[in-house]
């Protein structure tokens, strides 16, 4: 992966929130990216969210230390392979257009993501074959690995989803 700190550091977003959820079909409290840094069609994209204390999730996860569940941060990488799987295909999706799990694999959980973090989310595309979409997926804080993950994702009405 590359250094997404310094990356983030030095780019303007070529997404602002607008164009995300043009992108997604998520919204609060489950829209999990504020921004795209980079995107490269077909290859990567790094994305950004800002993790607040105002997320729903801390006052019971947990309510000494507020840490973000992984699996969130394995949904915000999900999302920002959603964005680059639609801008790879051309498209804009439709309102009824979703993509499920169809694996995670190679999971990691390295450090907790705390209120106050920007976690930068890098996904590159690995495969796309008869509509299932393989990435390699990385989340990190301050230019330190906090998790990866193997995604695979495929439309609603291929392969068995959850």
Not at 33 to 52: C, F, G, M, Q, S
Request: net charge neutral.
């Amino acid at each position: 992966m590359t250094d997404p700190t310094r990356a983030a550091a030095s780019m303007a977003p070529v997404m602002d929130i607008q164009r995300v959820m043009r992108h997604l079909p998520h919204r609060y409290p489950f829209l999990l990216i504020d921004r795209v840094l980079e995107l490269v069609k077909a290859e990567r994209i790094l994305a950004l969210k800002n993790v607040t204390v105002n997320e729903p999730f801390f006052p019971g996860h947990f309510p000494t230390r507020p840490v973000m569940p992984g699996v969130l941060i394995i949904e915000a990488m999900a999302q920002a392979a959603g964005i680059l799987t639609f801008e790879t295909a051309g498209i804009l999706p439709e309102p009824d257009d979703r993509f499920f799990f169809v694996g995670i694999d190679k999971a990691r959980f390295r450090k907790p993501v705390e209120p106050g973090d920007q976690l930068l989310l890098e996904v590159k595309l690995v495969r796309s074959l008869k509509g299932i979409w393989k990435f390699d997926a990385a989340a990190s804080v301050d230019g330190r690995e906090v998790a990866s993950a193997e995604l695979m994702v495929a439309p609603e009405n291929k392969g068995e989803a959850q």
